[in-house]
């Protein structure tokens, strides 16, 4: 199958594709053709050579994907079937045509989502449920200060505070990034290089 892939830690420029060998779905594990993965900080600090992949995990970049169902190793459950609309948060491997997941790692694909949408749902939206509903137990008319507001985990949780109807404010390091974490449905949002947030934020909240 192919691969996105770099011999030497750099820029985009080291990317290229590769033919590498395709997975095979081990004990539990469901193979995914790959239609679509997408980009985080942590793929761009890997490629650089800043953020070495978990032990035991691809070296392929890419940590989500969406596709199809396209075989099941021994053991699984039945939950899913070939052909069946998937995506997954990935350990790495996503930037490929196939990758093998644990079954109970994938989730359906909503109805009238694209596959190009649902490869940048895990990641970002998943983070950012978790911190808002598990770590902070997020509350209807909670204020919720949201740092690096413009960054793909940030506009996840400025719609997901939105959602919970409580008031997401943000902070950002241009006017352009506070411009989209408005249009995202920030409250209101501060540039933090060039005034004091905290005071802003106490100023908004009292
Ligand atoms: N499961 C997890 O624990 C998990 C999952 C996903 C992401 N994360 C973490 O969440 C953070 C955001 O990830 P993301 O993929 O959403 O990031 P992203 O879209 O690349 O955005 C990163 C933002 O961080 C700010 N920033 C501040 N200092 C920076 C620097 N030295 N280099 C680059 N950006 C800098 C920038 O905003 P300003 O210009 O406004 O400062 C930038 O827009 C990262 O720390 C990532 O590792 C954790």
């Known amino acids: 199958m192919l691969a996105a892939h ?9 990317l290229y594709v590769k033919e590498v060998m395709k997975p095979h779905p081990g004990e ?10 997408a980009l985080n900080r942590a793929d761009l600090l890997q490629r650089r050579g800043k953020y070495p992949p978990p032990k035991g995990s691809s070296d392929i970049l890419g940590l989500e994907a969406a596709g ?3 075989g099941l190793g021994p053991g699984c459950t039945g939950r899913w079937k070939i052909g069946d609309a998937v995506m997954a948060l990935l350990s790495g491997g996503g930037q ?4 093998t997941v644990p079954e109970g790692h994938l989730m359906p694909v909503p109805k009238d989502m694209t596959f190009i949408q649902a490869a940048a749902i895990p990641e970002a939206w998943l983070t950012a449920f978790q911190l808002l509903h598990f770590v902070g137990k997020i509350q209807k008319g909670e204020t919720v200060l949201i740092h690096a507001g413009a960054s793909g985990v940030g506009m996840a949780a400025i719609q997901l505070v939105r959602l919970a109807n409580a008031i997401p404010i943000v902070t950002a390091g241009t006017q352009e990034k506070l411009k989209a974490t408005t249009n995202a449905g920030a409250a209101a949002g501060f540039n933090y290089k060039n005034e004091d947030f905290s005071e802003k934020v106490l100023a908004f909240t009292q």
């Open 96 to 99: 490929a045509e196939y990758v």
């Open 28 to 37: 539990g594990e469901v193979l995914v053709k790959v239609s679509a993965s």
């Open 68 to 70: 199809s169902v396209a």
């Open 6 to 14: 770099f011999d030497c830690p750099g820029g985009p420029e080291n």
